[in-house]
């Protein structure tokens, strides 16, 4: 790889490593090709990018960027997931492959530009997920919705049952 290309490749990542919400660094020595290829196959299921990058072009690339804090763990084999809209399935794809893998380690994390440990990236994992936390939202703002409407509903029946009592009592 000449010059030229190593500029070309710096720059691509530089603007990736901007625009990504959530970056995750990894080493990824030890895992087989079919190990890999699944990895690359859930992460691109949720929209993130993974790419096994030399170090010195990741430290170039992520100066400048929210990505800054990772340079201390650009040493070993290098592997970079860079999130979509969603920090929480790569954190949750990565840290389950980490614990079924030994091979496979997690080095670090940026959210935001906050650096995250790896006991970090694991409580983003036990975080539900976007879809999730929406349902939920969904639902809590739909319940006082549907209370009304059964209490409405309640009313109308609440009075046909006193009437059909009281029929009930005067036909006796």
Do not use: H, W
Not at 18 to 30: H, L
Not at 32 to 60: D, M, P
């Amino acid at each position: 790889m000449d010059r030229t290309e190593k500029e070309q490749i710096v720059q691509n990542l530089t603007q990736r490593l901007a625009d990504a919400p959530a970056t995750f660094v990894a080493d990824y020595r030890g895992i087989n090709v079919e190990q890999a290829t699944q990895l690359r196959r859930e992460l691109t299921q949720v929209g993130v990018e993974y790419q096994v990058i030399k170090n010195s072009l990741l430290k170039l690339a992520a100066q400048g960027t929210p990505a800054e804090g990772l340079q201390p763990y650009c040493a070993g084999p290098t592997a970079i997931a860079l999130s979509g809209s969603d920090p929480v399935a790569p954190a949750k794809i990565l840290s389950k492959f980490a614990e079924e893998i030994d091979a496979f380690e997690l080095k670090a994390g940026v959210l935001s530009g906050k650096l995250m440990s790896v006991a970090e990236i694991s409580a983003l994992a036990a975080l539900p997920s976007r879809e999730e936390l929406l349902a939920k939202a969904l639902s809590s703002m739909n319940a006082p919705v549907s209370n009304f409407v059964g209490t409405m509903a309640a009313m109308p029946r609440s009075l046909v049952q006193v009437l059909n009592a009281i029929g009930q009592s005067k036909a006796a």
